[in-house]
């Protein structure tokens, strides 16, 4: 049986209680730790990404506004060139005059109106916010959402027509880009071939035909554009990047417009 020396000695707590608060302390320390690299990082990260994002959609709707009063500039004659200023923090800005396609054809494809329309793009961490024939669009990695409508519209007009308006930015030039960070810049001008008035006239159908990465966002539109009109339509996807939209108007016509207006755009 031991001493009442040594009792003493096992029974004497004086040296345990900051050893484990000390233990304890450590440990919320580096579950904290632990708790930030995997949660908080990346929820920063992402509002980080979020704010960029709005920042270039808030610059692409600057964008878009400035190439309308380039495309309208021989009516109201405010000039011809516009500058407008992207953020760059480290993303990339690019201008692509040969992506994208559209073709218009009507009467069954007995008349046909082909353009590459081209795309103005800020990407960063795999997002993009991309200017296409007139629309903006955020496109994230799995889809794509239409934030700025483009000059294509459908009516109802007298006597049961449907109306059809389709006008055409065509982006000309050579590709330019440039990234890093501070301010970007995208030169917009007339080119000298202008603004042109390819069909105005009745027929009996129309085919739509566009090639884009946001084809979906595409036909979305024209799915929404086309439902308050008499018209019927349908939409298919002949591959992965193409929507083609198909317009009827049964009993009546369509009053179809098509008009392009040709730009130059520097990315700088």
Do not use: C
Request: aromatic fraction near 8%.
């Amino acid at each position: 049986m031991p001493s009442q020396a040594k009792r003493n000695l096992i029974d004497n707590n004086s040296g345990v209680s900051p050893v484990i608060g000390m233990i304890l302390i450590l440990a919320i320390v580096t579950v904290s730790i632990g708790i930030i690299y995997t949660a908080g990082i990346p929820m920063i990260e992402n509002a980080k990404l979020n704010t960029h994002i709005r920042i270039a959609q808030n610059s692409f709707g600057v964008l878009h506004y400035d190439i309308e009063e380039v495309v309208r500039s021989p009516i109201t004659g405010m000039g011809t060139v516009r500058t407008t200023s992207i953020s760059m923090d480290g993303g990339s800005l690019a201008v692509m005059p040969d992506s994208t396609g559209i073709d218009v054809s009507y009467n069954g494809g007995t008349a046909s109106f082909s353009l590459v329309p081209g795309t103005i793009s800020y990407e960063y961490k795999g997002t993009s916010v991309i200017y296409e024939n007139g629309a903006v669009f955020t496109k994230y990695l799995t889809s794509s959402v239409m934030e700025m409508q483009p000059l294509i519209y459908a009516v109802n007009m007298s006597g049961n027509d449907v109306g059809i308006m389709i006008h055409i930015i065509n982006i000309s030039g050579i590709n330019s880009s440039t990234g890093g960070i501070g301010t970007g810049k995208i030169k917009t001008s007339m080119t000298d071939d202008g603004f042109n008035n390819i069909f105005t006239g009745k027929v009996n159908s129309v085919a739509i035909n566009i090639t884009s990465q946001n084809y979906k966002a595409w036909e979305r539109y024209f799915n929404k554009t086309l439902s308050n009109t008499g018209a019927t339509y349908s939409s298919t996807f002949p591959s992965n990047d193409t929507v083609n939209i198909l317009i009827n108007n049964p009993g009546s016509g369509i009053r179809l417009s098509i008009h392009a207006t040709d730009i130059k755009s520097i990315a700088g």
